[in-house]
């Protein structure tokens, strides 16, 4: 292997890393909050890049229309529990009919507002998910709420392959330009992902250490009981964890999908190579995880190159030696 | 005569099948320290639970005489627990922890949270010190005035205390409970149970004796520390801990 090679490789590395890194947090941030391991996030990614495509080709998504009828099933779950407030007309009323309204009248062909448009409409189905599916089952145990999880991963891949068929689509890249460092050219398109990358890790940071809506979160996290006892809402908590962790995933659908064609069944894989992130991560440390992020993603890149038949192999098979290490540490620390 | 803040009459809960309350019945008068005493496994913490709304409960259990609602109902008028393990934001900083105790009062002006912060802080100058240190670096005896402090941030009317002496050295028992002492003065009702007998009969005003899941003695606090049965149970003649 040649430098250039080596360094065009860890280019591709490095991007797919920025993105793993965005899954990792987001299921970091779902389980630290509700235990939920959120499999489905690969699928949300999916219906993102899917949604996106179709609205660049100019057609209406179906994603749209199913959001419509979950928000209108949930604003007719909170009316008939005597739970109507302003936020939940907001949430459920207001907000799909503008995007609704957006779809239909605005310029949904525009390549941006078709991306800003796609992630609008995906985000919501991550406390929507809460909602129906973990939210009723909150209280269940880790296993319980993996089943669950699993369950939503069919049937949203499911949903996908009805909505949007079995082909895969591609969305434009936020930008064309191509940097040329001497020999090597380094694509507008991957600075562009690690820099939304490097923004959002910023954001979330800020988020979760300096406002009292990401600390409500944290504590959530820290302790149930605590957060219960000084009055935080631990549906309201379940519900904000989730709607960050699809804002994620569909931002990397919308990021990923200019790089590589995804079909309704690709965004599990994905999701699986941020999972591993956040597991070398502990589940719990944002640092890991991103070093984590990293390592998949420039491991998978380099593994593409030797032996492109065995690149998950050799990411996947990574697990058993994280884990290994993680349990015998965790045994050390006098942790059950 | 002052005015009854809690009324609990009847009260019986549990966990699933297994009854451990047996139909309780107590009151806690405004500005007053009721101390619930009794052994380990009388139904202290499941009491405690109970009137939180933690635990199903069946039964009255009557705030201001209104039938008391589910934990955010009883947390948002002004009843705050001090649980057993504390429940503290352990990878939190104090400051944190304490800030999220005003999280009831949120949209109370800013001013009005420094100001119970302000409070907090002179009750207990150390939490002052610690700001910055996550909660899980503290001390036993910091840990509980930590966990009290993050109470008092929700100015509460009623606070309730489950065993707050336990695992502290006697001298740091004897800090806290005269800071109990101190804000009974400034209006604060206080329920408590503990195992330590002596120093909760000590500052209380009324107290009961709590056993396997019954009220079996009640009185003044005076009264119920001269009490025959009292002391050759639960206060003995050397120190209790």
Partial sequence: ?336 | MTGKLLTVAGLRAGYGSVAVLQGVSLDVAAGQIVAIVGPNGAGKTTLMSAIMGLLPRQGEVRLDAAAAGSTAAMVAAGVVLVPETRALFADMSVADNLLLGAYPRRRAARTDRDAARADVFALFPRLAERRHQHAATLSGGERQMLALGRALMARPRLLLLDEPSLGLAPRIVRDIFRVLADLRTRGLSILLVEQNARAALDIADYGYVLELGEIVLEGPSAELAHDARVIATYLGTGRQT
């Fill in chain 1, 1 to 336: 292997m040649t430098p250039f090679v080596f360094l065009a490789l860890l280019q591709d590395g490095l991007t797919s890393g920025a993105i793993y890194l965005l899954l990792a947090m987001g299921l970091l941030i779902v389980f630290s909050v509700t235990r939920v391991i959120f499999v489905p996030q690969g699928d949300l990614l999916a219906l993102a890049t899917l949604t996106v495509a179709q609205l660049q080709a100019g057609g209406v998504p179906g994603t749209l229309w199913l959001l419509d009828a979950l928000a209108l099933a949930a604003l007719l779950g909170e009316i008939a529990g005597g739970r109507t407030t302003r936020r939940t007309l907001a949430a459920w009323l207001i907000y799909p009919a503008a995007l609704t309204a957006a779809c239909w009248f605005g310029p949904r062909t525009d390549p941006w507002f078709a991306m800003l448009l796609g992630i609008a409409i995906v985000t919501p189905f991550g406390p929507l998910a809460w909602r129906f599916v973990f939210r009723p089952a909150a209280d269940a145990s880790l296993l319980a709420l993996l089943i669950l999880a699993m369950a939503l991963h069919f049937v949203l891949a499911g949903v996908g392959m009805v909505l949007f068929g079995p082909d895969g689509a591609s969305v434009a890249p936020l930008t064309s330009a191509t940097l040329m460092a001497g020999p090597l050219a380094i694509s507008g398109q991957s600075l562009a992902v690690v820099a939304i990358c490097a923004a959002l890790v910023g954001g979330l940071r800020w988020f979760f250490g300096a406002t009292l809506t990401g600390k409500a979160l944290r504590a959530t996290a820290s302790d149930r009981l605590g957060a219960r006892l000084v009055g935080i809402d631990a549906a309201e908590s379940g519900a904000r964890a989730f709607a960050l962790a699809a804002f994620v995933a569909a931002l990397s659908g919308v990021l990923i999908g200019a790089v590589t064609p995804i079909a309704y069944d690709t965004g599990f894989e994905i999701g699986l190579k941020g999972f591993v992130a956040a597991i070398i991560g502990g589940l719990a440390s944002y640092p890991a995880a991103a070093a984590g992020a990293v390592l998949v993603g420039v491991l998978e890149s380099l593994g593409s190159f030797w032996a492109s038949a065995w690149r998950d192999v050799i990411v996947f098979a990574l697990l058993i030696p994280v884990l290994a290490w993680l349990s015998l540490r965790q045994r050390a620390a006098g942790e059950p």
